[in-house]
């Protein structure tokens, strides 16, 4: 079986930092993604903040740069989802979705977040459940004035408002307030965009017909019934922790070091506010350090 000095769970701007920072030691470490490399980056419409970029590029544009940087660098990630963290004594056995095994002495985790459930009291068609994006990853290119609704008043939800009107569709943001949750800019951005607002919206249910879905609501106390090609909820998001309840731990990490010796968090996993690319890559590297004075304290390098 294969033998690492660490492995780095997650490809996103944590994982990828870890993994650039570690070729600076002659430690064997292994890159595991079961996304493409740049994790939720790949959604932000204009990144206007990542030192570097003057240009303002969309995330998509940076995690393709991140992508040429590993292979560059030799790291090809390895495309799989991890299922289980165990220990062995002297590390850690992992074992992915489709049962490949090797060990490690050290894990980084840096597992991101997943989206938070999105309940309705009226329910969900199971048609349409499988429809509805947490993020505008995989909303189309092009919309030719497919209405589309955004659920959400946070940065996420605007930006993803930004990226449908740029798409050419027509996107409605509905909040459940009166206010929006985001960055002086974006709130600037979207507001001179002429993108429509809907407050008070308490949404009762969405069913699916055909090509379209229709949500139910009460905005302000009326009825109302809106017909969307496409719905983008963005709701919040809640750390990636499962792997750290295989080894037994009870509550989400919040620091980068998880409290179990030879695993190390980083990135938006372990941030319950401020989820920013250039906060998950300081993370990235100084796990990056941890682990490495780790295993130079225990002489355990391969
Ligand atoms: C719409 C939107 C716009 C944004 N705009 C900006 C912006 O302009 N500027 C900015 O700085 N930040 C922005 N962000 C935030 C930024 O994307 C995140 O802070 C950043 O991506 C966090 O990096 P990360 O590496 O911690 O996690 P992620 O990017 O979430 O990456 C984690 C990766 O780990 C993978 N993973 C999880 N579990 C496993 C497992 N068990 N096995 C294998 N792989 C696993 C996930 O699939 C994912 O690919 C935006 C976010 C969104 C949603």
């Known amino acids: 079986m294969e033998v690492f000095d660490t492995v780095i769970v997650g490809a996103g701007p944590a994982g990828c930092a870890a993994a650039l920072h570690s070729l600076r030691y002659d430690t064997r470490m292994r890159l595991v993604s079961d996304e493409p490399v740049g994790g939720l980056l790949g959604a932000a419409s204009r990144v206007d903040n990542y030192p570097g970029f003057p240009s303002r590029p969309p995330g998509s544009s940076i995690s393709r740069i991140l992508a040429r940087q590993l292979a560059a660098n030799g790291i090809t990630p390895y495309r799989h989802r991890i299922s289980s963290i165990t220990s062995t004594g002297t590390g850690f056995l992992l074992?992915?979705?489709?049962g490949n095994r090797f060990e490690s002495r050290t894990v980084l985790l840096c597992t991101g977040t997943a989206p938070i459930e999105w309940t309705l009291p009226g329910g969900i068609d199971p048609?349409?459940?499988?429809?509805?994006?947490?993020?505008?990853r995989l909303l189309p290119e092009t919309l030719d004035g497919a209405p589309v609704a955004i659920i959400g008043s946070g940065e996420a939800a605007l930006d993803s408002a930004l990226s449908a009107h740029s798409r050419l569709g027509c996107p409605i943001v509905f909040t459940r307030g009166n206010r929006l949750k985001a960055s002086d800019t974006l709130v600037k951005r979207f507001t001179q965009s002429g993108i429509r607002w809907v407050r008070g919206l308490e949404a009762q249910s969405l069913r699916s017909d055909s090509d379209r879905m229709t949500l139910e609501s009460r905005v302000d106390g009326k009825l109302s019934r809106d017909t969307f090609r496409h719905i983008v909820v963005c709701i919040g998001r809640?750390?990636?922790?499962?792997?750290?309840?295989?080894?037994?731990?009870?509550?989400?990490p919040r620091h980068i070091e998880t409290g179990i010796d030879g695993v190390f968090a980083a990135g938006d996993?372990?941030?319950?506010?401020?989820?920013?690319?250039?906060?998950?890559?300081g993370d990235g590297i100084e796990a990056i350090e941890r682990a490495r004075r780790y295993l130079l304290e225990r002489n355990t390098t391969a």
């Open 95 to 98: 074992t992915t979705a489709s």
């Open 127 to 136: 048609d349409a459940a499988p429809r509805i994006l947490r993020d505008i």
């Open 238 to 252: 809640s750390p990636r922790w499962e792997r750290l309840r295989d080894l037994g731990s009870n509550a989400p």
């Open 269 to 281: 996993l372990i941030t319950s506010h401020e989820r920013y690319a250039g906060i998950a890559i």
